[in-house]
Nanobody, 118 residues
Framework: VQLVESGGGLVQPGGSLRLSCAAS????????MSWYRQASGKERELVAI????????DYSDSVKGRFTVSRDNAKNTVYLQMNSLKPEDTAVYYC????????????WGQGTQVTVSS
């Protein structure tokens, strides 16, 4: 099983980035997918979640209205569109997948660095 994130990088405040997470080795449509982030010296926090059907999403208060999570089950990929980025969004962003029924079947990606700085 692999979850591979991409799309991170350096962006100025107010800018945008789109993260992608490509899954392999799982039946992607059976997994709820989430994005977490971990800033230096801080605990990992949930940023956004999208249920397996794609119709239900939820966001942390800190990103609501700025970030959008989506998925393409045909491409086994989940996305995180990040707009109006702030320096406090700087973190390593991780993709996480959890089976909708067998909760012990869960997987993490390796993470991608997002740095928001002028």
């Amino acid at each position: 099983v692999q979850l591979v994130e991409s799309g991170g990088g350096l962006v100025q405040p107010g800018g945008s980035l789109r993260l992608s997470c490509a899954a392999s080795g799982i039946t992607f449509s059976n997994y709820h997918m989430s994005w977490y982030r971990q800033a230096s010296g801080k605990e990992r926090e949930l940023v956004a979640i999208i249920r397996r059907g794609g119709g239900t999403t939820d966001y942390s208060d800190s990103v609501k209205g700025r970030f959008t999570v989506s998925r393409d089950n045909a491409k086994n990929t989940v996305y995180l569109q990040m707009n109006s980025l702030k320096p406090e969004d700087t973190a390593v962003y991780y993709c996480y997948g959890k089976h909708f029924f067998f909760a012990s079947n869960d997987y993490w990606g390796q993470g991608t660095q997002v740095t928001v700085s002028s």
